[in-house]
């Protein structure tokens, strides 16, 4: 398809357990971010990636987080030890570029349980 | 501390009338605001988009607001329509930043 994928759409795993969250951004899309979205919250920025430049981590909530984007394209989130506060929608969305006024365009999101 | 605060949760019109959803934000930098439209269990969907050197843009039924002195920027949908029912949040960037965004206000058209 044309747009942002991500996978799995829904992970159920237990506390203490790594999980991978995958994102394909669309084709040609140099910046990729991820965000999440805890119930009742705005969308929280975690990580985005610009073309070959080092990631803005700045939003990534505890060192349990990281993220990595191989060949430019695909990227991976990897939450490690998960935590039942890790419970959340995590969104992907890509863009053209960061620089100017390029809107984002989002994938459907993995919605993470942790029981 | 909150750079963009959508102070309404909710918001419930008629079909046919008009919908304001109002979004104010605290960094003078911001220089790029969008409108995103969410359905339950997809993601943000892009709406309209709004650079600081303007005050208003207009889409079709959709139009975005800019009043830089107040920090202050709106939605207004008109006429609404039921399937305009959803969760619509404003996301503000300062150049070469990713967007901030705010909590959301949940739009119920009535029919």
């Known amino acids: 398809g044309a747009g942002v994928s991500q996978s799995p759409s829904n992970k159920v795993t237990e506390k203490g357990k790594d999980v991978e969250l995958r994102c394909d951004p669309i084709?040609?899309?140099?910046?990729l971010y991820w965000y999440r979205q805890s119930l009742g919250q705005g969308l929280e920025f975690l990580i985005y990636f610009q073309g070959n430049s080092a990631p803005d981590k700045s939003g990534l909530p505890s060192d349990r987080f990281s993220a990595e984007r191989t060949g430019g394209s695909v990227s991976t989130l990897t939450i490690q030890r998960t935590q039942q506060e890790d419970s959340a929608v995590y969104l992907c969305?890509?863009?053209?570029?960061?620089?100017?006024?390029?809107?984002?365009?989002f994938g459907d999101g993995t919605r993470l349980s942790i029981l | 501390d909150q750079q963009v605060k959508q102070n309404s949760p909710s918001l419930s019109v008629q079909e046919g009338r008009i919908s304001i959803l109002n979004c104010d934000y605290t960094?003078?930098?911001?220089?790029?605001f969008l409108w995103y439209k969410k359905y339950p269990a997809e993601g943000p969907t892009f709406l309209i988009s709004i650079s600081s050197i303007k005050d208003k843009n207009e889409d079709g039924r959709f139009t975005v607001f800019l009043n830089k002195s107040a920090k202050h920027l709106s939605l207004h949908i008109v006429p609404s329509q039921p399937g305009d029912s959803a969760v619509y949040f404003c996301a503000a960037k300062v150049p070469n930043t990713p967007l901030v965004f705010g909590k959301g206000t949940r739009l119920s058209v009535i029919a």
């Open positions: 960094n003078s930098m911001f220089d790029y």
């Open positions: 084709s040609g899309h140099t910046a």
């Open positions: 969305a890509s863009s053209s570029r960061t620089g100017g006024n390029q809107p984002q365009h």
